[in-house]
């Protein structure tokens, strides 16, 4: 996708705080081209930045979709204050709306999780409020991890959630994925009954990525990010 696809969500910590845009100067995913998307955060500060499609249909989209990508929680000052993710169906503009994030939790070694939450809050920890599923296997700083999440809005209110992931080290950017099932996160349902997460699914909205955190030098970076709409 192109830069002019994206735009900013309003509310997010600005450049003179986080740091963010193209870069080579850092490694890419296996397989993928010269250039990344990071974030460095500049100042002791807490919040998130975030971008989401801004296309017809995207900008909302009217009913669910998938996001996938590249994701790494860098090497930074520290091991924790920080998490990346992807999201979907976030219900306005804002990082303070709240959204459906698939990413990396913010723990040393961290988990991939998924959390139904508002986007300035990011992951948090793996079994922090808002966490839907996490993984079984942990990562270490510096892990590229290939994700994808789909939110399916079916008819009768529900959203089915479903999180995969893709080994690099057998299928690199480029290639013809291999999603699978992520060990430890099966298919969720967010009922319309407000059972299974205590608040109504969100069956529409916009999708895209960003960076929480909470303490400097910070860094997260993504590659080959992709966004398809439920049609």
Not at 17 to 30: E, F
Not at 63 to 77: F, I, L, N
Not at 160 to 179: E, I
């Amino acid at each position: 996708m192109a830069s002019t696809d994206w735009s900013y969500l309003s509310d997010g910590l600005d450049v003179n705080m986080v740091d963010r845009g193209v870069t080579a100067g850092v490694g890419s995913a296996p397989g993928g081209e010269p250039f990344v998307f990071g974030f460095n955060s500049l100042l002791v500060t807490q919040g998130a930045v975030g971008l989401f499609v801004n296309q017809p249909n995207f900008a909302p989209m009217p009913k669910g979709g998938s996001v996938r990508g590249a994701v790494q929680r860098a090497p930074s000052g520290g091991a924790t204050g920080f998490s990346p993710f992807l999201y979907l169906c976030a219900r306005g503009p804002s990082v303070r709306d709240s959204a459906y994030m698939l990413g990396l939790s913010d723990e040393d070694p961290h988990r991939i999780v998924l959390k139904k939450g508002l986007i300035i809050g990011g992951i948090g920890e793996s079994d922090g409020p808002g966490v839907l599923l996490r993984s079984g296997q942990s990562f270490a700083q510096g892990s590229w991890v290939h994700l994808r999440l789909d939110a399916i809005a079916n008819d009768n209110g529900d959203v089915v959630l479903q999180a995969f992931s893709n080994d690099l080290a057998l299928h690199p950017l480029g290639t013809t994925p291999d999603w699978r099932e992520i060990d430890g996160m099966p298919r969720f349902i967010d009922d319309q009954l407000a059972i299974n997460t205590g608040t109504q699914p969100f069956t529409s909205g916009r999708a895209g990525f960003g960076f929480a955190v909470r303490d400097v030098t910070r860094r997260a970076y993504f590659d080959h990010l992709e966004v398809m709409r439920q049609v």
